[in-house]
């Protein structure tokens, strides 16, 4: 049983192949692309695919959602969320082409129809998306300035508010002031208890826009 199955109990066949696949996917590439930290990439199921589905664990995303994933990287936080919801439409962005490359034939190795990748800087984007995920791009206010505009205030699916989901490290509440009573955070640590790498204040943001 691989550490994701560990957590999430419901997955399919095909979900359980993909997230196995993973490790070997990322160690190919990372050995030509470094998408991932050299150092890291023995760790990349917990501190990057589970991290990455804390997401998942903080609100589920119903069919016909759309999610733009900025400043992407590798794939992270969008292929584990791509391959957890296969009826939520994700659009991976990053400015770097490189890592667009790596994200792209890691999504066609999987299969993963459900996925587009584009080399571009966030805002030049144009399309409107339910929610805009982000892993340690930026400063949070940052984040939202670069990205608010691609967020559909006017269509809602799921049961939390369109806006930016957020995994942050470190200490947020200041960060949070400017945000008010549209900003709600938790920990993730709760989520993976058995795992020490979520104790060190790793959280999820929820901002509404």
Known sequence: MSIVETYFKELSDTQKSQYDQLQALYEDWNSKINVVSRKDIGELMTHHVLHSLAIARFTHFKPGTRIVDVGTGGGFPGIPLAIMFPEVSFTLADSIGKKITVVEEVAKALGLSNVEAIKTR??????????????GVSGLSEFVRMTRHLVDTKHYNNAIMNGVLYLKGGAIEGELQPFGRKAIWCDIAPYFPDIPFFAEDKRIVHIEI
Do not use: A, I, N, P
Request: hydrophobic letters at 20%.
């Open 122 to 135: 966030s805002e030049d984007l144009k399309g409107k998306y339910d929610f805009v995920t982000g892993r």
